[in-house]
């Protein structure tokens, strides 16, 4: 079984760009939440969806939008791009099972580098 | 809001025992888990604790006090491919959203 895919898995844009990113969860699991992670720090929490539904919003900018679609994958828009924004973004999943045990399943990951 | 912390870096021998500590303050909690990552890796999930003690998986036990908001992980019999970045992460709010510490760099020596 494949496991979260994500793509692109590494892009450079520039100041004040937008950007997609894309992840496709393990089947069958409903649940996509999206993750900043800089080097050398913790994953942070941006958003997690449900059936569709945003669930969950972390501490970030209104700059940072999400969605999710009818077969359960996700996008992550990043509008006006800062360099403060460069980071691995990590998407992960869950099924319903797996969430009230902790366990999320993490894709490898988009390295975003702003310039 | 919520915080955790952890050491920044830890340093074993093969072989040996290492326990990694990870306080946290949090409203709502549901449970602390544990993850790995290795260098440009996805992080993987090791272990859960919703209540308090010792639960153990292999050569990896993790141990939660939810009265001094505190917990573990102890990694025995060392291996080579056990270096790597060990996460803490709280399960709080009604999405039961991940709040991760900054991460304990493993390193462990031959």
Redesign the interface.
Known sequence: DAGVTQSPTHLIKTRGQHVTLRCSPISGHKSVSWYQQVLGQGPQFIFQYYEKEERGRGNFPDRFSARQFPNYSSELNVNALLLGDSALYLCASSSGTSANTGELFFGEGSRLTVL | GQSLEQPSEVTAVEGAIVQINCTYQTSGF????WYQQHDG?????LS?N?LDGLEETGRFSSFLSRSDSYGYLLLQELQMKDSASY?C?V?S???????????TQLTVLP
């Open positions: 549901y449970g602390l888990s890796g996805a992080p993987t999930f859960y919703a996460f992460a399960s709010g009604s999405a039961r959203q991940l709040t991760f510490g900054s991460g």
